[in-house]
């Protein structure tokens, strides 16, 4: 290696050691890493991308550059997504998710062009955040949801109409409007065609979702999400869902049928990511993420590739058993990633 080159691919380092990202900067030299990239020596697979680093054109799972998908592989998401895109009118809701957390997942896990689908719409934070993509990230998916409450899909569309309203009093393109199918997603599911989306990244319903999500009282949503999950009898209520989901066996096989019929919409080389957050009650901690994991193992041609936790520093804590028992106060929420399996 010359001299000159041998300046180029070695670590831009201050008098200490450190690498001196001011310096390196000014030779305007792209960095990897701290490492100082000399582009001409790319293979040809390599492309340099300003400011982002090198992207890898075998690349057949995301958009991103090599250092951005290090960043990517964290197991811990730490942001608190502020209340954004109408966030008063999309809580009505209950179990609405951050449009742009879901924005870094399809992110993640897709590329730009690809197909995303939520079979659990609910008001559209899939849905939203693919929009998203096409002005903050790499650029625009298609994405088509599924949602059986009429008032969830009026809903989506008005927070659109009105987010956009906003978006051109600030200058800014407005966001795509995407495809929200109204209907039982086992019904619906079969207008998609095999293999045709890329990522399938949805929330999935509890077995009493339904009346969570129509309370607006945060603590009295709390409060029932501890209820029953043995099929015991509360507020006369064992079936909410009416779809055979009222104790968590039940829910479990519903939800492993329906990700089965589901994973047939899936593309090979797609993912499958799922949002589910782990609860406590009566005295125990109910690990519903491993359980809904395993049970969607054990029916659908899905492997679990990763548990990503989302972890919320906006949650309030709560002091349920103290100072007798120790309560966990829930602060994060399990993003499940699983990969189509091979033929
Ligand atoms: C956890 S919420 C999804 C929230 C969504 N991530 C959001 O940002 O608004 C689950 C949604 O699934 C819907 N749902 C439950 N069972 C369904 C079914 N069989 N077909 C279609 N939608 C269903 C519920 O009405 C609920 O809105």
Redesign the pocket.
């Known amino acids: 290696m010359d001299d000159d080159r041998h300046r180029q691919s070695r670590l831009v380092t201050d008098d200490d050691g450190g690498f001196d990202a001011e310096r390196a900067h000014e030779e305007s030299l792209p960095i990897e890493d701290g490492e100082v990239i000399d582009t001409d020596e790319l293979a040809d697979h390599q492309r340099y991308v300003e400011d982002r680093g090198i992207y890898d054109e075998r690349n057949r799972v995301n958009d991103l550059t090599g250092r951005e998908w290090k960043y990517a592989t964290k197991s811990v998401i730490d942001e608190g997504y502020p209340p954004d895109v109408q966030h008063d009118l ?1 809580s009505e ?1 209950g ?3 951050p ?1 742009r957390l ?1 924005a870094d997942l399809i992110g993640r896990f897709s590329k730009a062009g690809d197909t995303v689908l ?9 849905l939203l955040g693919a929009s998203f993509c096409e002005h903050e990230g790499t650029g625009l998916r298609e994405a088509i949801g ?4 009429e008032r ?1 899909v009026e809903l989506y569309r008005e927070v659109l109409e009105r987010e956009n309203e906003e978006r051109r009093a600030r200058g800014e393109p407005p966001l795509a409007e995407q495809e929200l199918r109204y ?4 019904d ?1 599911i079969e207008a998609i065609d095999d293999d045709s989306v890329d990522l399938l990244l ?5 077995w009493h ?2 009346e969570l ?1 129509q309370t607006r009282n945060e603590h009295e949503t709390r409060e029932s999400k501890l209820g029953s999950f043995d099929g015991t009898e509360r507020d006369g209520d064992t079936d909410a ?1 009416g ?1 055979g989901s009222g104790t968590k066996a039940e829910w479990l096989e519903d939800m492993a049928t ?1 990700f089965d019929r589901f994973a047939d919409a899936v593309t090979p080389e797609g993912h499958v990511v799922v ?1 589910i957050g782990d609860m406590y009650r009566e005295q125990s901690y109910e690990f519903l993420s491993a359980d809904l994991a395993r049970a969607i193992e054990s029916t659908a041609p899905l492997t679990l590739a990763a548990n990503l936790v989302w972890y919320d520093p906006t949650k309030d804590l709560h002091v349920y058993g103290y100072p007798f028992s120790f309560v966990p106060s829930m602060v994060h929420q399990n993003v499940l990633v699983f990969r189509v399996e091979g033929e």
């Open positions: 999309r809701h179990g609405q998710k449009p879901c939520d079979p659990f719409a609910g008001v559209g934070g899939t599924f949602e059986r409450n969830w209907g039982d997603c086992a619906l949805t929330d999935v319903p509890y979702m339904d999500e869902n779809d329906k949002f």
